[in-house]
C-alpha cells in the first residue's frame, strides 16, 4: 500500500510551462517558467549519473532549458523536490535498495533547504548516499 509521500509523487498532475505572472521569488513577470510536477522533478533526478551532483539552482536551470523555458518555478521545486526526497525515504523504510531510490542526494546537499526539512535519519541517509558516492556535502563556494 503506498505512503502519503509515494501517493504524492504519483498524483498524475502535468508540468506546465507558462510565462511568469507577476515579479516572484527571482523571477521577472513575462518570463518564461517551467512549473514542474513531481513526477518530472523524480524523472529528472533519476537521470542523474553516480557520483555527479548538481546543485539546485543548476537542477532548476537544466530542467527549464529541457523545456524550452527561461526558468524554473523555485517555489514549486522546493515542494516537489521535498516529495521526491521523502517518496525516497518511505521506500528505503520499505526495503528499496539505494540503486532502486531516486538518488535525490545527488541534489541535496548540506546547502540545501529541502535537506533541512527530511526527518534526522532521512539526513543521515542522503549524506551517507553522498559519501558513498565520493560527492561533497557542501557545494563548492558555499559557506
Do not use: Y
Not at 545527488?106 to 529541502?114: F, H
Not at 535537506?115 to 558513498?132: E, G, H, I, S
Amino acid at each position: 500500500m503506498p505512503t502519503a509521500w509515494t501517493d504524492k509523487l504519483r498524483n498524475g498532475r502535468s508540468h506546465q510551462v507558462k510565462p511568469v505572472p507577476i515579479d516572484i521569488a527571482g523571477m521577472k513577470a513575462g518570463q518564461v517558467m517551467l512549473v514542474p510536477s513531481p513526477q518530472l522533478v523524480d524523472a529528472f533526478i533519476r537521470r542523474l549519473p553516480e557520483g555527479h551532483a548538481m546543485t539546485l539552482p543548476e537542477l532548476r536551470q537544466a530542467m527549464a532549458r529541457r523545456h524550452r523555458a527561461e526558468v524554473t518555478c523555485p517555489i514549486t521545486m522546493g515542494f516537489h523536490l521535498r516529495i521526491v526526497a521523502e517518496a525516497a525515504w518511505e521506500m528505503h523504510n520499505a526495503g528499496a535498495k539505494p540503486a532502486d531510490l531516486t538518488p535525490v542526494w545527488r541534489v541535496l546537499d548540506d546547502a540545501s533547504p529541502t535537506l533541512k526539512k527530511l526527518p534526522a535519519p532521512a539526513v543521515a541517509f542522503m549524506r551517507a548516499r553522498r559519501r558513498a558516492e565520493g560527492l561533497p556535502a557542501r557545494p563548492s563556494g558555499a559557506l
